[in-house]
């Protein structure tokens, strides 16, 4: 591989995680509850969302 395809390819990786960080939310809810939703579609083309709770 080149060094330009190299640098565009880290170019592109970059740009998506800055995407994702941007579009990528958390909510603290209650009893150690957290919501995280990201830009991936869930199957009704909906945000995806993830419940995480801390260690018990």
């Not at 395809?5 to 009893?31: A, H």
């Not at 150690?32 to 969302?49: K, M, Q, V, Y």
């Amino acid at each position: 591989m080149t060094t330009a395809i190299i640098d565009d390819i880290t170019e592109l990786k970059n740009y998506y995680i800055e995407w994702l960080r941007d579009r990528t939310f958390l909510r603290g809810i209650s009893g150690g509850w957290a919501e995280i939703t990201t830009p991936f579609l869930d199957r009704h083309n909906g945000l995806h969302s993830n419940l995480c709770q801390t260690g018990r």
